[in-house]
């Protein structure tokens, strides 16, 4: 890994999924546990009225759906938040989420090469998507809202009316599955990573590829674009018809080989690379103009700063499984889905006493995390989405 500034690690709490449910019942118990990273577990169980069994846990909180929990012994303190509703959406497997400008409307990719658009208040379905073969791994809105781009297994991408569930658009070009999408400015460019270890830059009207952004010889699992000073100073000229909105955008790719990777879209030049290690890179984000967030298989999170390609300027272990899905919230904090159920808010600014879980899944993968108006939603494995309020989480 790059030479560290700052490292930062914290215990990781655990408690009963259902504790929201348990604790209504007068006279019952839930466990709750703490470890930090290479030591024992410490696990323990707590009354609902508040008393514990030892003095391994204190209950110091019990609000309508949040409780905050101290372990005397490690020297922490966690609040598990339960959601405000729980979306049904799907009997098997979740893959991805996305929700609407408007956050009127969701749309969850699915195991079974469908996808669904529901309404975030009800759940209910307002429409099957169907054309994918095998697994669809990525669905996006367009900023319009009226429109979705999906990708999956089949190393197809497709676009869909939410109007009528149409697919006026499918776009070939990937030899391996598509594993993400982002879009340019109002969405008539757009760009899919693949398993085939390439970035791809197409023109929506016409379903065409324009051209390959990026060409690597492992797997992309992830990207985030952001307008970016450092690729206006590598533009070239104006881009010609039909790619537009490219000049001042900055690719950033999380890759299997452990690095990230930055490059300029309009040049198609390679920037800046991170070498992070030799876990893969799971997911990435810019989090600023200057600093990006990459969440890695082991489970940490690295931040780097794109004026110091040398060096990061602070990881963050935090003892989950796999950082499959990142937010960052724009105040400082970031909502992390991982692999093992944990899905954890922190606060970067002040990482050691600000942690916040989201409670509700038990062991299913975190698949992703979104936020509209006042809510965070999470979707998992278990086929849930789980819908949050920001204002438990202080």
Known sequence: MADLLTCNSVPLMDVQCNWDEVIRQPGSKFWVSCKRRGERTIHSTLCCDGTHIDNSFTLTSIRQRAITVDCAAAQHSATFVCPTKTLQLHDGKLLDMDISPSGALGVCASDNGRLWLWDTNTGENKCTLEGHVMDVLTCRFFPSGMVVLSGGMDMRLRIWSVHDGSCPRTLYGHHG???????????????????????????????????????????????????????????????????????????????????????????????????????????????????????????????????????????????????????????????????????TCWNLQHFSNSVVRLTGPDIDHITAVRNAADNVYCSCRDGNVRRYSIADFT
């Open 177 to 343: 599955a598509v594993t993400e999408t982002t879009m340019i400015d109002r969405g008539r460019n757009i760009i899919s990573v693949s398993k085939d270890g390439t970035a791809r830059l197409w023109d929506c009207g016409s379903g065409q590829c324009i051209d390959t952004v990026a060409s690597l010889d492992c797997p992309i699992n992830s990207c985030s674009l952001a307008s970016s000073a450092l690729a206006c100073a590598s533009a070239k000229e104006k881009p010609s018809e039909p790619e537009c909105g490219t000049s001042d955008k900055l690719l950033l790719l999380a890759c299997e080989d452990g690095s990230a990777r930055a490059y300029d879209v309009s040049s198609r030049k390679l920037l800046l690379t991170f070498g992070i290690g030799n876990e893969p890179v799971t997911t990435a984000a810019f989090i600023s103009e200057e600093s990006v967030l990459c969440g890695c298989a082991d489970g940490d999170l690295v931040k780097f700063d794109l004026r110091k390609t040398s060096e990061c300027i602070s990881s963050y272990s935090i003892g989950a499984g796999a950082v499959y899905s990142l937010l960052y919230m724009g105040d400082g904090r970031v909502v992390t889905g991982h692999g093992d159920g944990m899905c």
